[in-house]
């Protein structure tokens, strides 16, 4: 049979079936219709690209739909394992362990030897605070430009006394 004479929808009506199965032979459980949809569009990838001379199109036809449908399988795999939903549980400890921050403040601040008031203030501010660095800017009523130049040092000094420290 000739698939370059068919129109695209006789060709989805035809091979409706072959992509249901796909689905089935690939043990898709969640997001069937997600599914389907990919399939319907890796077949009109197929009648797209087809060439009868290297071969016959329903082989073609079912390579394409599945190949299309094993990537997105893959793309939703990558997506979750860098992604994860965090639940209420989890949201409430991490809140909780918030009670930790004197140490942590006092670890931060062992590092500060040599730092001027103002680099102090960024330290302060930037990271036990968690401002933003418009936030400083408006509060300490400086340009943006100046918080810039008090991280910079701030962080030169920090990373000097840390290897000093840790030197030894």
Sequence with gaps: MI?????IEEILLQFEPMVKKQILSLQVFKGQEEFYQIGLIGLWEAYQRF???????PAFAQKTVRGRMLQ?????????QRYTAVSDEVLEFIEDTGSGVPLEREII???CNG??????????????????LR????IEGVPAN???????????????????????
Aim: aromatic share 12%.
């Design 3 to 7: 698939y370059q004479n068919k129109s």
């Design 51 to 57: 060439d009868p001379e290297k071969g016959p199109f």
């Design 72 to 80: 997105h399988m893959k793309e939703l795999a990558r997506f979750e």
């Design 109 to 111: 601040l062992s590092y």
């Design 115 to 132: 730092l001027s008031e103002r680099q102090l203030a960024w330290v302060n501010y930037a990271i036990i605070e968690n401002k933003k």
């Design 135 to 138: 936030e400083i800017s408006k």
């Design 146 to 168: 100046h918080i810039k130049s008090w991280r910079r040092e701030a962080l030169r000094k920090m990373l000097k006394n840390y290897q000093e420290i840790h030197r030894s």
